[in-house]
């Protein structure tokens, strides 16, 4: 599975963005997908995950107001739509796909290149 991210910039706190990943190679529907973001000097924290066949979600506790995960079969896409944006959420966004459940930065099989996030005050 190759991922590519997109959908990164700067954007002023209070606004909004929508990541995209695009998916190639996926030969079966079993997958799990997250998005990841890492802070500079920071670990990389689980932020969403989706699976592909049934579209179920979870969120990190402290997102699941703000943002929300969602997948196009049809556009081989994950989205991650950010809403109200604050400052401290300015990261490396990155996706990730995972034969398994994905709840930390140890277990995706495959990354996407990350794309920056930078929220203004």
């Known amino acids: 599975v190759q991922l590519q991210a997109s959908g990164g910039g700067l954007v002023q706190a209070g606004g909004s963005l929508r990541l995209s990943c695009l998916v190639s190679g996926l030969t079966t529907s079993d997958n799990f997908f997250g998005w990841f973001r890492q802070a500079p000097g920071k670990e990389r924290d689980f932020v969403a995950q989706?699976?592909?066949?049934?579209?179920?979600?979870r969120y990190r506790d402290s997102l699941k107001a703000r943002f929300r995960i969602s997948r196009d079969s049809a556009e081989s896409t994950v989205y991650l739509q950010m809403n109200s944006l604050k400052p401290e959420d300015t990261a490396v966004y990155y996706c990730?796909?995972?034969?398994?459940?994905?709840?930390?930065?140890?277990?995706?099989?495959?990354w996407g290149q990350g794309t920056l996030v930078t929220v203004s005050s």
């Open positions: 989706i699976a592909w066949r049934a579209g179920t979600t």
């Open positions: 990730a796909s995972s034969a398994g459940a994905i709840t930390t930065a140890a277990e995706p099989d495959n």
